[in-house]
């Protein structure tokens, strides 16, 4: 990677990820997996929900910005990106289950 990488749209929605990664094992680790969720879902999962939302913007400047410019390191992070934001929503799937 280059210094592409250091830009912060590249690495943002990366901690973004990892912080919702994180709220979400948190909150398993607090309070475990519940059945049915009953009424309100609560602040935890309109955290995760905004953050994870926040992160289209910021990837879609990055892509804008930097495709053009250096395409091979850009869909290289692009990559990163879309991954580290699958794995907390695959998490959160396989617990609804």
């Not at 580290?84 to 695959?90: F, R, W, Y």
């Amino acid at each position: 990677m280059s210094p592409t990488i250091k830009e912060p749209s590249a690495w943002l929605p990366v901690s973004m990820s990892a912080a919702a990664l994180g709220l979400v094992l948190g909150y398993v680790a607090m309070f475990g997996v519940a059945g049915k969720p009953s009424g309100d879902e609560g602040a935890a999962t309109r955290i995760f929900q905004l953050v994870l939302a926040g992160q289209l913007p910021i990837i879609g400047y990055f892509g804008v910005k930097w495709l053009p410019k250096r395409p091979k390191q850009a869909v290289m992070i692009l990559g990163l990106q879309i991954s580290a934001a699958l794995v907390p929503l695959i998490l959160v799937a396989t617990l609804e289950m």
